[in-house]
């Protein structure tokens, strides 16, 4: 059974770092296009990044690009989050989610993924 479990969240100052992990249980992690959304209280889920099965392409929503990187390690079976320079705006549940077909054309989308982790909380906050 395919399951993803995201961890690596907590709470941070502003402008502080933390790296946001997404493990893969029951699949090749690479064989998927990966996403990363984020629902913070009372807004709609946001899809931030994605990285592709065919190539490894990476792709950003405005708000995070420049801050946030995504990437992967196939021998661990895991997709990572850099999250740099946060701010306030950032607090919310992180979410990793994946998906066979879209090679992340629509990775803004939830509806595109199929697949979903638990969350982890991140809070950036003085």
């Known amino acids: 059974q395919l399951q993803l479990v995201e961890s690596g969240g907590g709470l941070v100052q502003p402008g502080g770092s933390l790296r946001l992990s997404c493990a893969a249980s029951?699949?090749?992690?690479?064989?998927?296009?990966i996403g990363w959304f984020r629902q913070a209280p009372g807004k709609d889920r946001e899809g931030i990044s994605c990285?592709?099965?065919?190539?490894?392409?990476?792709y950003y929503a405005h708000s995070v690009k420049g801050r946030f990187t995504i990437s992967r390690d196939n021998a661990r079976n895991t997709v990572y989050l850099q999250l740099n320079s946060l701010k306030p705006e950032d607090t919310a549940v992180y979410y990793c989610a994946a998906d066979e077909q879209y090679y992340c054309s629509g990775f803004v989308f939830p509806s595109f993924f199929d697949s979903w982790g638990q969350g982890t909380q991140v809070t950036v906050s003085s």
């Open positions: 029951g699949f090749t992690l690479n064989d998927y296009n």
């Open positions: 990285i592709d099965s065919i190539h490894g392409s990476t």
